[in-house]
């Protein structure tokens, strides 16, 4: 006997749908939250950009301004991908993050000729799954039960 079969038994509960995860639904939720994230992003660097043209800022702060919209993105799908998943919201996070950085590369691919697989693009990967992380844990204990 399976040790989840056993442990639904001595529980007392019966094998239901509720305890299965609709995996298009969970999908579909990564899916529009990075494309949110992606839509996020351009309007903050947009308003980030007419605040930098107004106040005359130097430019040695973009690189940190644009890591900071890059994460709050991140952060709420994030948010939104652990509000809407049955369980592991940290999972459904790291997924989003990844996928958002996925989606920025193919937009920057229609603009710019070349690609190369470096050190800037993995530590990309892996600030959107950390972000991802811990906004997935976030938003699946901020969800209304």
Known sequence: MELSKFI???????????????YTKYALTILKASVFAVLLTVV??????LVLLISGVDDEVVPLIVQVVRIV????????????????GWLAGIIAGIVYVILTVLIGLLFF???SFDK?????VVTGGIAGFISGII?????KR
Do not use: H, Q
């Open 73 to 88: 993105s991140i952060g709420c799908a994030g948010i939104i991908c652990g509000r809407d998943a049955p369980k592991m």
């Open 139 to 143: 938003g699946i204990n901020t969800k």
């Open 44 to 49: 903050l660097f947009l308003l980030a950009a």
């Open 8 to 22: 639904r038994k001595r529980e007392g509960s019966k094998d239901s749908s509720e305890d299965k995860i609709n």
């Open 120 to 124: 800037i693009l993995l530590m990309d």
């Open 113 to 115: 000729d070349n690609f």
